[in-house]
Each structure stands twice: as C-alpha cells, then as structure tokens.
C-alpha cells in the first residue's frame, strides 16, 4: 500500500499583499498549480504526513482531528496525491523527469501530466550551471575559490542562520574558498567551528587559512573523509552526535558519497542536516551513470529514518538537487 509524505517542493506562499487569514496558499516548485487549504487542515497534514502515511490513515486521522469531514478529507488527500503535493518517499518531481532532459536512466517513469515549461527549464538551467557552462568554478569568497554558485551560498547561509549549528563539517577543501565562507557565517553568527576535510591537503591553502584572521574557526584535517579513523577523529573533535551540519563535496561518485552518507548520518541528530553537494550532476549525460544523487537514492532507500528536507526546495537554480537531507521527526502522538 503507497505511504505519502509532504512533498519537499512544496511551500507555504507568502501572499504580503492580500493575506487570507484562516486559509494557507501553496506553492510547489515543481510546477503544479497553488492550492489553497484551511489552515487547520495544512497544520494536521504537516503532522500526519511528516512521516510516511497512506492515504487511509491521512483522511482517518483528519477526521479524527476533527479538521475536516470524511468526505472533504477523502477529496483533499486525493487531489494533494494527484497534484504531487503528497509524494510517496524516494520519488520527487525532478526523478520523475530527469529521464526527459537525457539525464540517469534509472528514474521513475514520467508522471502522465506535461512538464511545466518554467519547471523543465529550471531543471536545465540547474545541469548547464555543472555542464557545459561550470558556472561553479567562477565565484569566490574573500579572494578565495569556492566553487560554489551565488544561489547555493545565499541557500547554505539561510540554512546556517535557521540551524546556528556548533560544528559544521565539510569535505573537500580544494583551495579553502569553502572553508573560509562558512567560517565568515559562523563569525557573523557568533557561533560555530568548521572542521574541513581533503584528501591530500594543499601546504599553501593550509597556510593561508591558518593566517587568516577567520583561520581561528577553522580546524583542518587532511586524509579519506570516509576513512574509520578521520570519521572516529571528526567525531571526537565534535563531542559525538548533536545538530551538526555535515556538507559533503569531495570525491563525487556513487560510492564514495553512499560512505560518507553512512559514516557522517550517524553524527546528526535532532536538527542536524546532511548537505550532498553537486547532486545536479544527474540531470549532466556525461555523469549521469555515476553521481552523487544515485548515492542519496541508495541512502534513503536503506535508511528509512531519513528524508529530503524542504530545506532543499529552497532554491529555484541549484547544484544540490533533493541534497538536503534530515531525520523523520517523531511521530505525531495519536489524536494530537
């Protein structure tokens, strides 16, 4: 029997100009058209759905909440269903049409309703950011290359200002761009140490972050980030589990990612985010066999207590498609 949970592209629309008390307008960045729902309804569904539901049980426990009658309930969860405002876990609206933009075979066949245009075109946008354009190698942060977009460091900041986490772990340093942005958030923050991972660390950006006036909040290990020891190493630096924020961004493939994701999940807890970078890669033809969004795929699939945040329908163009991931939040207790 399908179970559903609330789409990660959806989101509350913030209507500043004509608010409509007592009623919620949503908006799915996929393209599906906004829908508007009484907002003790939206409440109950955020609860009931949070984790994995099917559809019977969504309408009972509206019922039982007493938000909507048997018949309203039933209508609703099954247009939100078939408007893919409830999704079953794993399936999202860019693996059901990455296959049309000649990206990873492995999709989901294509839902029976037409790309939107702008939706379509935003996944393409998101693939020629990576290839052929590698617009991400251009932008840099004080002097330093980060390689990464505009769009994804305004993202990271927002998620960094929600979560104010004490540690925030990043693999792939390359030339320290990375390592010098976040630690220029957890400064503005007032809170928070980067450990920064590289498999063969370069002297002269080692020098240059430890002279750096940020260099204080930096810690920079060197070695396999998804080594048993580096692991061990990072999770005594961090004083075990807790809300971190772990940004994956070195070796790419399939394989190495799926580690990471497995080694470094453990480490998360309670608010605590797994960031897979360059996930897009998928939507690229020449990576499309081997990259880090099969990786995601493979993690979700074994580790049912994970999921992808809505953190990752932040952004309109991104290079980290479905790439933020988070625990399922405990259950909802019954009739609450």
């Not at 330093?144 to 900041?157: F, G, H, K, M």
């Not at 961004?249 to 580690?259: E, G, I, L």
């Not at 998928?282 to 979700?300: E, G, K, M, T, Y």
Request: aromatic share 6%.
């Amino acid at each position: 029997m399908p179970r559903y949970l609330i789409s990660h592209l959806v989101h509350p629309w913030h209507n500043l100009l004509v608010p409509t008390p007592g009623r919620v307008e949503l908006a799915h960045r996929g393209g599906s058209p906004r829908r508007t729902l009484a907002e003790p309804l939206w409440r109950a569904l955020g609860q009931l759905a949070a984790r994995p539901c099917d559809e019977a049980a969504l309408v009972a426990g509206l019922v039982a909440r007493r938000v909507a009658t048997a018949e309203v309930a039933t209508r609703e969860v099954r247009e939100l269903i078939e408007t893919r405002y409830l999704v079953e876990p794993l399936r999202d609206f860019w693996s059901d049409h990455v296959g049309a933009l000649g990206g990873a075979g492995e999709a989901p066949a294509p839902a029976p309703a037409p790309t939107p245009e702008l939706a379509r075109d935003r996944l393409r946008w998101s693939g020629d950011i990576i290839d052929p354009h590698g617009l991400w190698m251009y932008p840099r942060w004080l002097g330093r290359p980060v390689l990464q977009t505009p769009e994804d460091l305004v993202l990271l900041q927002m998620l960094m200002a929600e979560l104010r986490p004490r540690f925030v772990i990043e693999t792939g340093r390359f030339r320290g761009g990375g390592a010098l942005f976040l630690a220029s958030m957890c400064e503005l923050l007032g809170v928070g140490q980067v450990l920064s991972l590289e498999l063969r660390g370069d002297p002269e950006v080692r020098a240059a972050l430890e002279a750096h006036p940020l260099g204080r909040r930096i810690t920079l290990l060197d070695g396999d980030s998804a080594a048993p020891a580096q692991v061990a190493r990072v999770a005594e630096l961090v004083g075990g589990p807790g809300p971190h924020l772990v940004i994956l961004d070195s070796d790419h493939a399939r394989a190495h990612v799926r580690a990471e994701l497995e080694a470094y999940a453990p480490l998360c807890t309670g608010d605590g985010k797994l960031v897979v970078c360059d996930t897009s890669m998928s939507l690229c033809a020449r990576f499309a066999d081997d990259n880090p969004h099969q990786a995601v795929r493979d993690f979700l699939g074994a580790q049912p207590e994970w999921r992808i945040s809505p953190w990752a329908g932040a952004g309109f163009v991104t290079c980290a498609e479905d790439g933020i991931l988070e625990r399922l939040p405990p259950a909802a207790p019954e009739g609450g």
